[in-house]
C-alpha cells in the first residue's frame, strides 16, 4: 500500500504557471509507475500525465502535451507536474495516483492507490 499526499494547488491566471507535488509513502517509490489525473466539475476523472518507475518513460494527454512536464525524484519520493501556460480549461482536482506495475498506463483502473487531491483553479 502506499500513502499519497498532493500539495501545490491553488488559483492562477491563464497563462500562469503552477507546480503540484505528490509525496509517496510506504512503499519504495521506484517499483511503481505514478501518474496525474484530473477532474473538473461534473466531469470524469481524466488523464493527464503518467511516469515509469524509473522516470525514463513518460506520457501524456493530448491535451497537455507540450504545456506540462511529468517528473520524480525517487530519492525523495516524490512526483511533480509543473504546469505552464494554463488556460481555465485546466480546472479541476488533480490526483495523484501510484500503480504496480513499473511502466506507465493512462487508464484509472490501472492506478490502485490515490491521493486526496488538490484543487487547481485557473481565471481568464
Known amino acids: 500500500q502506499v500513502q499519497l499526499v498532493e500539495s501545490g494547488g491553488g488559483l492562477v491566471q491563464a497563462g500562469g504557471s503552477l507546480r503540484l507535488s505528490c509525496a509517496a509513502s510506504g512503499r519504495t517509490s521506484n517499483d511503481y509507475a505514478m501518474a496525474w489525473f484530473r477532474q473538473g466539475a461534473g466531469k470524469e476523472r481524466e488523464f493527464v500525465a503518467a511516469i515509469s518507475a524509473s522516470g525514463g518513460t513518460t506520457e501524456y494527454s493530448d491535451s497537455v502535451k507540450g504545456r506540462f512536464t511529468v517528473s520524480r525524484d525517487n530519492a525523495k519520493n516524490t512526483v511533480f507536474l509543473q504546469m505552464t501556460s494554463l488556460k481555465p480549461e485546466d480546472t479541476g482536482v488533480y490526483y495523484c495516483?501510484?500503480?504496480?506495475?513499473?511502466?506507465?498506463?493512462?487508464?484509472?483502473?490501472?492506478?490502485?492507490?490515490w491521493g486526496q487531491g488538490t484543487q487547481v483553479t485557473v481565471s481568464s
Open positions: 495516483a501510484a500503480g504496480s506495475r513499473r511502466s506507465p498506463r493512462r487508464t484509472v483502473t490501472y492506478y490502485d492507490n
